[in-house]
């Protein structure tokens, strides 16, 4: 059986696919471009003591948060504990290398869920690599005036 179209062909007809390679090639290009983790900012709970002290300027910034992930940095560069002595040699130099001038302190804030033992090892891999090791901590007080 032989069926009879009367379809005609029209050069009306939009070609899509070049359409779908530009978007396909655009979707691939954002997806290659973008930070494979969301900027976020950390929610660390520090320790409170009755103490008050004065702040210092942070000059490199060692954040460990509540489940035992270490941020380097002002970029906040995930680091594990193994290479962390590694890494943190690394920022002190490009430190020197910026400011010869000053010697750099390690801002440490740890959250407070964060058991004995790690800590620990974040401070003495810290106190390895640098001498000036400042903790982070909440006033006692400024958090009474917050809940109050």
Do not use: W
């Not at 790690?118 to 006033?139: H, I, P």
């Amino acid at each position: 059986m032989k069926f009879k179209t009367k379809l005609k062909s029209s050069h009306a007809l939009i070609d899509l696919t070049p359409l779908v390679d530009v978007v396909f090639l655009m979707l691939v290009f954002f997806i290659v471009t973008s930070d494979i983790l969301p900027l976020k900012s950390l929610n660390i709970d520090n320790p409170h003591l009755a103490r008050d002290s004065q702040p210092l300027t942070a000059q490199l910034l060692l954040v460990m948060d509540g489940q035992n992930v270490i941020y380097l940095g002002s970029k906040k560069k995930i680091v594990d504990l193994s290479s962390l002595k590694e890494e943190l040699q690394h920022e002190i130099l490009l430190f020197k290398k910026e400011h010869p001038e000053h010697q750099p302190t390690v801002v440490l804030s740890v959250d407070k869920s964060v058991d004995y033992g790690s800590f620990l090892k974040l401070l003495a891999t810290t106190q390895e690599c640098c001498s000036k090791v400042r903790l982070v901590y909440k006033n006692e007080q400024d958090e009474d005036s917050f809940n109050g």
